[in-house]
C-alpha cells in the first residue's frame, strides 16, 4: 500500500468511529484534526489515535497504556497483543468513561 492509499484507509477508518460515537450520542467530546482522533472524557483523559505515516500504522494511547496497530487481512491489529483496534478502543472508552460504546460493527 502508498502513502495515499494509507492516508485513505485510516481516514475513512477514523471516520467511521466519529460517525459510530455521533450515533451513539456520547457525553463525552472528541474530534478529528489532521489525521488525529482525540476523545475527551471528564476525568480530564483521553484516548489518541493518530496515524504514523512512516510505519504505515495506527497508534493508540490510553489513559493506561499506548499501541500500535498494523493492517492485517484487513483489520487494524495490535503488533504486541494481537487484540483488534475497534475492540481495544470500544474496551479503553469504557475503562476511562464508564460509557459502553459498541465500535466492533462499523468498519
Known sequence: ????????VVDDHLMAIEEALDDAMVDFDYETSAGV??????DRS???????EPLH???VATKFDGHHFELIDGQWIDN??????LHLV?????????VAVDLKGIA
Do not use: C, Y
Open 1 to 8: 500500500m502508498n502513502d495515499s492509499e494509507f492516508h485513505q
Open 37 to 42: 482522533l482525540k476523545l475527551a472524557f471528564s
Open 46 to 52: 483521553q484516548i489518541i489515535i493518530n496515524r504514523q
Open 57 to 59: 500504522q495506527i497508534w
Open 80 to 85: 504486541r497483543t494481537g487484540e483488534e483496534l
Open 90 to 98: 470500544t474496551k479503553s472508552i469504557e475503562r476511562q468513561s464508564g
